[in-house]
């Protein structure tokens, strides 16, 4: 008996059909090759060969011969199907044992594991010479029930729905909040720089600009040390720290759980730091009774989490736009496909309905008019017109008569049809189609991976900066406190020399976390 071995080639340049048909055609007229079957969008062909005569290389060369590019796939074990099982009946240990050998035993069997906890089995195959409806059937005869794990067809997992709702949710409430702090802002910053030239132009002294300044209705005192702008900026502060930043703050949680750092454990770093400073100075000032109201900063998280928040809506819309043509693309598969089973010269005796995942290869499938095509295929029996434009995008229905090749996910129009399948599970057309579109959006460029190992780094680094930029000042003012009045012009001369180093150094280092909250900014 001549022994049948089976390689993989991986053959680039094919662009069509006829590329396939050109490969498979030539080869099968080759000695010592038993058959071939080429994938064309997985781009590998399936070669069973007898080693006596033929080697893995000399296929390969045969295929490069006819103009393609080939070389031969080392990790064989890619053509191994893999079964993911419900068992039910199983009450202890020994139901597995006996499950698990009764199955190793099996030829085309190649691996079996079986969780009683789970009642799951994962087992792995040669569908050369088992399938998996033989498996099912294997475990059965055995007095257990089983049923195929449901896979998710329905695509779920690429909704961004929920992602949209909460960070639009998100961005609306902190900008309902930060209309009024940006408008309060404004008026502040106008008042002041008025105040300024008044006194510029006017000789005012630093007394009577004081005393206007106190005089303004934002600047009134409800209780001391407590100004009506302080008091509406922190009412207007809390319900976007609480409902504006929830997500930023679960997510930032998330992160630092796994000990990593990421973008949003920098801007609730931010925010939080600004609102808790604000918030302490606040009732500080309110202890001592001060007569000169406090500078806070409760207007930076409303502001950051309103662009942050916009940015993370539009991200989630454009990512539901590329999910949706992939989601559309898996929703063409069909889920159910019949199988017959043919007596002498083609006679129809038995059909059964089967999930298309149990469809094997070489199996006889019949597909009505208007179905679609479970599997990729040849035809065996009957004419009819197929509408293939789903897939090859040709407008105009294509004829089918026995020979041709059929391609899952195209609806059969006319005439009953009978195909042989070729190409079942994840190597059909479609499969690979969805399969190389989830790959382009998974994988990333080398300059995308670079930035991301930057990221890891890049957060821990600011707070270290931010941190130094809070020391360095803070020294700095208490060496020499000139350099700190001339960048920090305009600070109440009420308010001791410690105090204002302290309030100008906070300054420059929440300044510091702020600006890198944007660190895909930063990275690119």
Request: with cysteine; charged share 20%.
């Amino acid at each position: 008996t001549k022994t049948i071995s089976k390689c993989y080639v991986q053959v680039t340049g094919m662009t069509c059909a006829s590329c396939v048909a050109n490969i498979e055609r030539n080869l099968r007229r080759e000695d010592g090759i038993h058959s071939i079957l080429v994938a064309l969008m997985a781009g590998k062909a399936e070669v069973r060969y007898n080693p006596a005569v033929i080697h893995p290389s000399a296929i390969a060369e045969l295929i490069r011969e006819l103009g393609f590019g080939a070389t031969v796939m080392e990790n064989c074990g890619e053509g191994d199907g893999i079964l993911e099982l419900v068992v039910r009946g199983m009450t202890c240990a020994s139901c597995i044992h006996k499950i698990e050998s009764t199955l190793m035993k099996t030829n085309g069997v190649l691996y079996c594991s079986v969780a009683l906890a789970t009642n799951k089995a994962h087992i792995k195959y040669d569908p050369e010479i088992i399938g998996p409806r033989d498996v099912i059937q294997v475990i059965k005869d055995l007095g257990f029930t089983t049923s195929l794990v449901k896979k998710d067809r329905s695509a779920s997992h690429l909704d961004h729905k929920q992602e949209i709702r909460q960070w639009k949710r998100s961005f609306v409430v902190s900008l309902v909040f930060c209309i009024p702090v940006m408008g309060l802002m404004i008026y502040m910053m106008v008042m002041d720089s008025q105040l300024s030239g008044a006194h510029a132009h006017h000789n005012m002294s630093s007394e009577e600009m004081e005393a206007r300044h106190s005089s303004m209705v934002l600047e009134y005192q409800l209780l001391p040390g407590l100004s009506v702008m302080n008091f509406l900026s922190f009412l207007l502060c809390v319900p976007v720290q609480m409902f504006g930043g929830w997500y930023f703050y679960i997510q930032a949680y998330k992160a630092l759980k796994h000990k990593t750092a990421n973008m949003d454990v920098l801007i609730v770093l931010a925010t939080s730091i600004a609102f808790v400073y604000s918030f302490v100075i606040l009732l500080v000032a309110m202890a001592e009774k001060a007569k000169v109201n406090p500078v806070t900063f409760f207007d930076t998280p409303p502001m950051l989490f309103v662009f942050i928040s916009l940015g993370r809506w539009l991200e989630h819309v454009a990512k539901g736009k590329t999910s949706e043509a992939l989601a559309r693309l898996i929703s063409l598969q069909a889920t159910e496909a019949t199988i017959v089973t043919l007596g002498p010269d083609n006679v129809l005796l038995s059909e059964e309905q089967v999930d298309v995942e149990l469809v094997q290869r070489g199996d006889i499938v019949k597909v009505i008019p208007g179905g679609k095509f479970p599997v990729d295929g040849r035809v065996i029996e009957g004419h009819s017109m197929v509408d293939e434009s789903l897939i090859t995008g040709e407008a105009m229905p294509v004829t089918k008569k026995p020979g041709n090749t059929v391609i899952a996910g195209s609806i059969n129009q006319n005439g009953a049809l009978l195909i042989s399948a070729t190409h079942v599970g994840a190597d059909t057309t479609l499969s690979q189609i969805v399969k190389l579109v989830e790959e382009a959006q998974t994988s990333k460029a080398p300059i995308q991976q670079f930035a991301d190992k930057l990221s890891g780094y890049f957060v821990p680094s600011i707070v270290a900066v931010s941190v130094v930029t809070l020391f360095a000042w803070i020294i700095i003012g208490f060496v020499d406190f000139e350099i700190v009045e001339k960048y920090f012009l305009g600070y109440n001369k009420s308010i001791s020399a410690a105090e204002v180093i302290i309030r100008f150094a906070f300054q420059a280092s929440i300044t510091v976390l702020c600006i890198a909250c944007p660190c895909s900014l930063g990275l690119a």
